[in-house]
């Protein structure tokens, strides 16, 4: 959405990847301190990348046994990553419906 410039205000672009307003200037100011320059135009109503830098991310998935994981932190921070991944593939997915059409 960012590089299409159809973010909308921040708290539009929060509610349509499934985080709050705070999160959001918090996943920016992560994609930030890797150099990505990211910037909001008020005129267009959306985040947009402000140089020609590119943002490639890669990620594995494991399969765990949660048996493995109760009782402790690692339990916890798998479901968290489990829900943001989860939410960013229903992005990635309504992102490429919206394209087909």
Same mark, same amino acid.
């Given at each position: ?5 159809? /973010?909308? /205000? ?25 150099g990505v320059d ?33 009782? /402790? ?13 989860? /939410? ?13 059409y």
């Amino acid at each position: 959405m960012i590089s299409e410039n159809r /973010t909308g /205000t921040p708290d539009e672009f929060a509610k349509r990847i499934g985080v709050g307003r705070r999160q959001l200037y918090n996943y920016l100011d992560e994609l930030r301190s890797y150099g990505v320059d990211i910037g909001y135009c008020r005129q267009s109503r959306s985040f947009l990348f402000e140089s020609n830098k590119h943002l490639k991310i890669n990620f594995e998935c494991e399969v765990i046994d949660f048996g493995d994981q109760r009782g /402790t932190s690692a339990g916890w921070r798998i479901n968290s990553l489990s829900n943001s991944l989860n /939410t960013c593939i229903h992005s990635l997915m309504d992102n490429r419906l919206a394209r087909a059409y």
